[in-house]
Structures are given as C-alpha cells and as structure tokens.
C-alpha cells in the first residue's frame, strides 16, 4: 500500500504542503505525486535501497536513526486511531447482522486510518524500547479495541489481528493491563 501526501501528512501529524517540500527535496529518489489526496501512485522511493542508505550509509549529518523513524511512525499510527472517524459502525453498516460486502464496503475509510489499523504493530516493535507505548496503548488502543477490529473485518484483514497482538504481547511491558483484558 503506498500513501498519498494527504495521508502521510496525517500520520505525522504535519500540514500537507510541509511534508510536499521536503519530499520534493528528494524528488531524484522519491516520487512525489502532483496530487496530493489518494491515487494510485503513491509516494514511493525510486530506489531500493534509498531506505538503507538513509539508515546506515548516508552522511552523518543526514542520517536517520532507523529507532528514531519507527518510533515517529509508531506515535502517528496510534495517535491516528484516535480521532473520531474510528468509531462505533466505522463500516457504516445497516445492521450488525448483515455480513460486510465483498468489495467496495471500507472505500470511505481514510487511507491514513487504515495504514495505521494495519501497521501500528510493527512499528512499535521496531522502536528501541517498545515498553515506552504502554500509556498510549492504554489511553488510545484499548478504548477503540473493537472499532479497530471493524476496520480489519471490512477490509477482510481481520485474519492479522491475532498476528498483530502476538507481536504488540512480544514488545510492550509483560504487565500491561491490555493483556490480562484479552
């Protein structure tokens, strides 16, 4: 799945012409879309090794912690499944017996929203001290559990959401009351 600017500025909680200029900085190894909204292509690297360079050859002076990205990204995903369109009926479903349809049904779902219902896990256990997400997990995770999980089912994902839990139980505190809950 590539991202859109619109979509990558709300993962990170930054203004869409903010994260277009730097991005378009780069433009000889990331390709940048004119639009900014959700399309196919999306942002993608025109190498593929530009991500290891930038972690482990690059410069000092330019270089990025790979921690450092994963725990930035890690805090976006779980601070986007905060805001209010995560919510009761996120499907917009008719009836909570009607089965989700087989395409189509989850195309409102904001493509920033779905990124981060699929990938919060493993970002965090990429993250130097994943343990440091206990309170945000507690805080913003646990009370929108179960809408998450609409989000999966309607993208027919919801196969990974066991796999994602395992891998959250693997990297925050041992004690985290989100564990003994499920």
């Known amino acids: ?3 859109s600017v619109s979509a990558l500025a709300e993962l990170l909680g930054q203004r869409n012409y903010y994260v277009r200029g730097h991005l378009s900085r780069l433009h000889a190894v990331v390709h940048v879309p004119d639009d900014d909204d959700d ?3 999306g942002l993608r690297t025109l190498h593929a090794s530009f991500g290891d360079y930038l972690i482990s050859r690059a410069p000092t002076n330019i270089r990025i912690s790979e921690s450092f990205g994963h725990e930035t990204l890690a805090r976006g995903r779980l601070s986007r499944m905060s805001w209010n369109d995560l919510c009761f009926n996120v499907s917009r479903s008719q009836s909570s017996y ?25 970002h965090i256990s990429a993250s130097p001290d994943p343990s440091m997400f206990d309170s945000v997990i507690e805080q913003v995770f646990l009370p929108k559990f179960l809408f998450r999980l609409e989000v999966l089912s309607v993208l027919d994902k919801v196969g990974s959401a066991s796999g ?3 891998l959250a139980r693997s990297m925050v505190s041992a004690t985290h009351q989100l ?3 499920f």
């Open 179 to 181: 564990y003994q809950d």
């Open 1 to 3: 799945m590539t991202l």
């Open 39 to 41: 399309g196919e292509p």
């Open 164 to 166: 994602l839990l395992r």
């Open 98 to 122: 009607e089965k989700n349809r087989p395409s189509g049904m989850g195309n409102h779902l904001a493509p920033s929203l779905v990124y981060a219902c699929l990938h919060w896990a493993h």
